[in-house]
């Protein structure tokens, strides 16, 4: 635990010794802003689905940047091979990256809390408890995606690479529900669960189900695993 | 305290250590020389955790690396080749990640990093962001990162290429410091460095150890110590040649044709002086003798001839 936390107040430091942090949380709050403020008033409903619909497509191109240098900055600069021998295991260094890319996520994420306070002062019967999941969701999502760029990070030392793989990952699990009708019918169900859409779309509405808990914690749990493997691979190079 | 056992390391189809095997004492400087590509880096490597052997252990205090990788690495402070670091941290910042992830904080952090300021002279820039530094400051930080709890075992990877003549007095005057403490293995192709430097020398090519030893060690065990230099006139190749059946103590290294004389370089060993017999040879052949003088072989000479002809001098 204590290696972890070394590992994660390096990351989070890091981020933040660069102008890429600040960057970052300024552009996603513009972006998320204007596509949310563009229709909020149009569609004049005292709800924030909209913004759980744009954030995670905003995500689908931010995290992977964020992420992109998490383990392949380190194979570039060389400083794996500071980093892999010290006193520390491998599962230790990746949860610590993932926590301070994720932490950067929820930062990001606390931007657009602003539209919430809006929505308090001018809609009425606002569910709250909607909110409150809808936001949950967004931090599982972001888990998620945070653990395949940290994965898409570790296979390679070019962070455009990373990128680009991190992407193709992250876009495959958000349209996997949207290609249903090109799936076979007997694979449609085990698709349809994979999907990151369709377990997000339950706790947007307000319905927090273990099954969709569950889901987002083993997604994650199996890059941060993979992620490990690779990382350890090395060894046997 | 450190056992190599049969070590090997194989990438794909290449090998580049092949069984290797040395033990390696306490409070030892000891030099690990090879040319690029010889294995050294590998070695260390494999010595640190950061690659695991393809056959073979290593053991620190008995323990192997393989099942307790994080206890021996506990005990080592390791200097990679080209000295990566964090550019945008700030020197403290850095030494400061190395003694937490050492669980060294609070008071001990200060006092550690009071003692490695002072060793490695860091006193100017320990506020200073590390992508800011000179080569020589950013090798010393590596060091000092290195040393920061005071481990037993210092592993450096080429401690001082890139610096200038002054930086590499300075970080050798470090070393043997730290040797009479620690034991000190470091890796170099800087010679007269690892010479001036280093109690024992083990020299690697092809991934096999060739030589292993103290400098002097090595250039008595080396056979043909002395080289006698020849320039001569009036002489044929074939009398040159027949020159080996006559003395028998010596051997011919090279013959080069000048314009109107030869150069002939003959070696023999430490406890002959055939010196008269090869005047004596030229008088009887009606040679005109131009020169001859003669030199002893310095680590250079061994390292060559061990690196390129693939000789074996075990001391």
């Known amino acids: 635990m204590h290696n972890i936390l070394t590992i994660y107040k390096k990351e989070l430091r890091s981020f933040f010794t660069t102008p890429m942090a600040y960057i970052f949380l300024v552009v996603f709050a513009l972006v998320n802003g204007y596509f949310f403020t563009n229709t909020f008033f149009l569609y004049n409903q005292s709800d924030m689905r909209s913004l759980f619909g744009i954030v995670p497509l905003v995500y689908l191109f931010f995290i992977p940047a964020v992420s992109m240098g998490l383990i392949s900055r380190e194979k570039s600069l060389g400083t794996i091979e500071i980093i892999t021998t010290l006193p520390i295991r491998e599962r230790d260094i990746i949860i610590g990256k993932f926590l301070a890319g994720l932490s950067l996520i929820l930062v990001a994420l606390l931007t657009t809390v602003v539209h919430y306070i809006t929505l308090i002062n001018v809609g009425t019967t606002i569910d709250h408890g909607a909110v409150f999941t809808g936001y949950l969701g967004l931090a599982l999502l972001g888990g998620v995606y945070t653990s395949v760029g940290i994965f898409s990070s570790s296979l390679t030392e070019n962070q455009v690479i990373a990128f680009i793989v991190g992407i193709a990952i992250v876009i495959t699990f958000f349209l996997m529900d949207k290609l249903l009708v090109f799936v076979p019918p007997g694979l449609a169900g085990i698709i349809q669960y994979l999907s990151t859409e369709f377990h997000l779309s339950n706790m947007s509405r307000g319905v927090i189900d273990t099954r969709n808990i569950v889901y987002f914690g083993s997604v994650i749990g199996f890059f941060l695993f993979m992620t490990t493997r690779v990382l350890e691979s090395r060894k046997w190079s | ?315």
């Not at chain 2, 390696?24 to 030099?31: F, M, P, R």
Request: aromatic content about 6%.
């Open chain 2, 1 to 315: 305290m450190i056992r190599i056992e049969n070590l090997s390391k194989n990438y794909g189809h290449i090998q580049a250590v092949k069984s290797i095997s040395f033990s390696l004492s306490d409070k030892e400087i000891v030099g690990f020389l090879g040319a690029n590509g010889a294995g050294k880096s590998t070695t260390l490597k494999m010595m640190t955790g950061y690659l695991s052997p393809t056959a073979g252990n290593v053991f620190v205090d008995g323990k192997n690396i393989i099942e307790h990788s994080l206890e021996i690495q506990k005990q080592i402070g390791y200097l990679p080749e080209l000295n990566p670091l964090y550019a945008e941290m700030k020197v403290y910042e850095y030494l400061k990640f190395h003694a937490e992830i050492r669980g060294i904080i609070d008071h001990d952090y200060k006092k550690a990093l009071e003692r490695v300021v002072v060793e490695c002279a860091l006193q100017g820039v320990v506020h200073r962001t590390i992508g800011n530094c000179s080569k020589g400051y950013k090798q010393r930080i590596g060091l000092a990162a290195a040393m920061i709890h005071d481990p037993k075992i210092l592993i450096l990877d080429e401690p001082v290429s890139g610096l200038d003549p002054n930086q590499i007095v300075d970080i050798r005057q470090l070393i043997k410091k730290l040797g009479k403490e620690k034991l000190v293995l470091m890796s170099s192709h800087i010679l007269q460095e690892i010479q001036a430097t280093v109690d024992r020398i083990i020299i690697i090519n092809n991934g096999e150890i060739v030589a292993d030893g103290t400098s002097d060690d090595l250039i008595s065990g080396s056979k043909g110590m002395t080289q006698i230099h020849l320039e001569i006139q009036n002489a044929d190749e074939n009398s040159i040649q027949d020159m080996k059946a006559v003395i028998p103590s010596i051997s011919i290294e090279s013959i080069h044709k000048m314009s109107n004389s030869i150069q002939v370089t003959l070696e023999h060993t430490s406890t002959s002086d055939p010196r008269k017999d090869v005047f004596d040879y030229a008088v009887n052949h009606e040679w005109t003798l131009v020169e001859m003088s003669t030199s002893k072989r310095n680590l250079e000479d061994i390292f060559r001839h061990l690196t390129q002809d693939g000789g074996s001098a075990d001391a």
